[in-house]
T-cell receptor, first 112, second 110 residues
Framework: EPEVTQTPSHQVTQMGQEVILRCVPI?????FYWYRQILGQKVEFLVS????????KSEIFDDQFSVERPDGSNFTLKIRSTKLEDSAMYFC??????????FGQGTRLTVV | GEDVEQSLFLSVREGDSSVINCTYT??????LYWYKQEPGAGLQLLTY?????DMKQDQRLTVLLNKKDKHLSLRIADTQTGDSAIYFC??????????FGTGTSLTVIP
């Protein structure tokens, strides 16, 4: 069964450092997303991406964040200068269209 | 903004049915979803229902949708210990964004 894969599964970084979280969406999917879940809180939308550009973004997705699809398979989330409050589980998701959306296993980001 | 509400905890005995409830606010939601999250794991899509449907059944899972009351439920028949997890309801109004509930932690007692 096709799946969304994310690497690494756990990333520890120092405050102020840049991190890149990587995702490989399901191959025939056209819509890509990043969500995050701070421990004990709701899963929150960050950004959606379609046709090589951002289609929607939330207030959380400020200038510190960027997304890229550097090649035909990868979808990355970059946090330019990490803050303690960026510590969360980050989920990538993809969908073919409006119906099913599949999430990856997540990357746990810990900022120290 | 959109708000999706769920009760936080549910305990059932193994073999019983579990019913997890959810209320949402945006009546324009085209799809409503149930995801399962096991400890330390990602979000696993269990099922979803199109807004013009009242019910969807998939093996042990039954989803009921009451659009008038904006109420969604997930029934798990013959609940097993492996069903212990957090269950998230999500709505998807216009656009691509999902809005998730807080999650219901289901504990199955052997």
């Amino acid at each position: 069964e096709p799946e969304v894969t994310q690497t690494p599964s756990h990333q520890v970084t120092q405050m102020g450092q840049e991190v890149i979280l990587r995702c490989v969406p399901i191959s025939n999917h056209l819509y890509f997303y990043w969500y995050r879940q701070i421990l004990g809180q709701k899963v929150e939308f960050l950004v959606s991406f379609y046709n090589n550009e951002i289609s929607e973004k939330s207030e959380i997705f400020d200038d510190q964040f960027s997304v890229e699809r550097p090649d035909g398979s990868n979808f990355t989330l970059k946090i330019r200068s990490t803050k303690l409050e960026d510590s969360a589980m980050y989920f990538c998701a993809s969908s073919e269209g409006a119906g099913e959306a599949f999430f990856g296993q997540g990357t746990r980001l810990t900022v120290v | 903004g959109e708000d999706v509400e769920q009760s936080l905890f549910l305990s059932v005995r193994e073999g019983d049915s579990s019913v997890i409830n959810c209320t949402y606010t945006d009546s324009s939601s085209t799809y409503l979803y149930w995801y399962k999250q096991e400890p330390g794991a990602g979000l696993q899509l269990l099922t979803y229902i199109f807004s013009n449907m009242d019910m969807k059944q998939d093996q042990r899972l039954t989803v009921l949708l009451n659009k008038k009351d904006k109420h969604l439920s997930l029934r798990i028949a013959d609940t097993q210990t492996g069903d212990s997890a957090i269950y998230f309801c999500a709505e998807r109004p216009t656009g691509n964004q999902f809005y998730f509930g807080t999650g219901t932690s289901l504990t199955v007692i052997p």
